[in-house]
Structure formats: structure tokens, C-alpha cells
T-cell receptor
Framework: DAKTTQPPSMDCAEGRAANLPCNHS???????VYWYRQIHSQGPQYIIH???NNETNEMASLIITEDRKSSTLILPHATLRDTAVYYC?????????????FGTGTKLQVIP | EAQVTQNPRYLITVTGKKLTVTCSQN?????MSWYRQDPGLGLRQIYY???????DKGDVPEGYKVSRKEKRNFPLILESPSPNQTSLYFC???????????FGQGTRLTVV
């Protein structure tokens, strides 16, 4: 799986949009971009994933650049409960294995 | 309720005393994984399983064993625990290799 690079930490004002970047310059054509978050030491929670088109669900939006070398997770109206560590990972869509590397993620602090 | 259940949630043990951390999912998922999480190192995959009787090593398999005799269960076995296996452990499952993963609540293991 391709390696991802994320800033170690970010702050965001409550009510504003939080934009979390991720670089995955070595991503392959069959690899999806996934985002998870982890609140305190709870189990990570799935947020969203995409291949090349932008995606939106009830939690967030995912913007993937045309060359697929980077992406941005957008939390449109951040709340205090969105304070967490956010992980960007890439995973192969097909093939016989599911080896996954999470990395250290971005610690998002939402400020009142 | 769809969930991944790990037991125990907390465990303190002594060096060399064999232990098993259980993981069970009720979603009929094919794929299951174990991760450990250590400060500054993020989540690292220990082992994964693509189906019953099919398992493979992740990034940090040394000192661990797993088995997948039934689809719903994926226990993590430490035959001879050592202090460097003190960590927070997570089990995860997913329906297919490229779908969202559901994580358990974690097991905090301390080996003294």
C-alpha cells in the first residue's frame, strides 16, 4: 500500500470548516483513499473513502486531486466532538491481501 | 447491533505467561485484523485474515499468533508476552477487502 503524509496537528474554530490534507504521491491506480478518525483511545471510526471522484456523506466530504496524489477531508461545520486524530490511508481495491498502514495521522483540535 | 467485541478491555500480566485476547464480530465479515497502537507510532497491523483458516502477517507479527477457525472469531495469542508488547490493541473486521473496517473498543495490555 502507498504511504501517506499528513500534518501532525491542526486547529479549527468551532463552526468553521476543517480541511485536513493528505499526500499520497505514490498511490496506484487501483488504490482507494480512506479516512478514519480516532477519538481519545477508542477504536477508529470510518469516515469516508473514494477512488478518484469527490465523495460526500453525512459526516464529511472528500476531495481528491485530479492526479490523485493528494486529497482533503472536509468537515463542513466542525464541533467540539470532532476533536480527534484523523488518519488517511490508501488501500488496494483488489488483490489477495489486505495489509494496511495507518501512520500517525493528524490531531485535530476544535477550539470553542 | 453490529459490533466488534474484544475481551478483555484491560489486562495486566507478567512476562512469559501465555494470554489470549478474543475478538468476535456479528456482521458475517470475511476480513479481520489485529493492530497495536503505541505513542508516536500510530496503528500498526499485526496479522490479518481473509477468511476462515486464511491468515497472514502484517507489519509487526513477531511474538504474536492468531487463528481463524470460525468466521466470527479471530483471537490474538501471546505465547510468551514481554514488556515490549505492552500496548493498546484493536481488532477490526470488514465485509470485503475494500470496504470500511469496523473496530473494536480496544484492549489495553500491560506486561510487567
Amino acid at each position: 500500500d502507498a504511504k501517506t503524509t499528513q500534518p501532525p496537528s491542526m486547529d479549527c474554530a468551532e463552526g468553521r470548516a476543517a480541511n485536513l490534507p493528505c499526500n499520497h504521491s505514490t498511490i496506484s491506480g487501483n488504490e482507494y483513499v480512506y479516512w478514519y478518525r480516532q477519538i481519545h483511545s477508542q477504536g477508529p471510526q470510518y469516515i469516508i473513502h473514494g477512488l478518484k471522484n469527490n465523495e460526500t456523506n453525512e459526516m464529511a466530504s472528500l476531495i481528491i486531486t485530479e492526479d490523485r496524489k493528494s486529497s482533503t477531508l472536509i468537515l463542513p461545520h466542525a464541533t467540539l466532538r470532532d476533536t480527534a486524530v484523523y488518519y488517511c490511508i490508501v488501500r488496494v481495491a483488489a488483490g489477495g491481501y489486505q495489509k494496511v498502514t495507518f501512520g500517525t495521522g493528524t490531531k485535530l483540535q476544535v477550539i470553542p | 447491533e453490529a459490533q466488534v467485541t474484544q475481551n478483555p478491555r484491560y489486562l495486566i500480566t507478567v512476562t512469559g505467561k501465555k494470554l489470549t485476547v478474543t475478538c468476535s464480530q456479528n456482521m458475517n465479515h470475511e476480513y479481520m485484523s489485529w493492530y497495536r497502537q503505541d505513542p508516536g507510532l500510530g496503528l500498526r497491523q499485526i496479522y490479518y485474515s481473509m477468511n476462515v483458516e486464511v491468515t497472514d502477517k502484517g507489519d509487526v507479527p513477531e511474538g504474536y499468533k492468531v487463528s481463524r477457525k470460525e468466521k466470527r472469531n479471530f483471537p490474538l495469542i501471546l505465547e510468551s508476552p514481554s514488556p515490549n508488547q505492552t500496548s493498546l490493541y484493536f481488532c477490526a473486521s470488514s465485509y470485503r477487502r475494500n470496504t470500511e473496517a469496523f473496530f473494536g473498543q480496544g484492549t489495553r495490555l500491560t506486561v510487567v
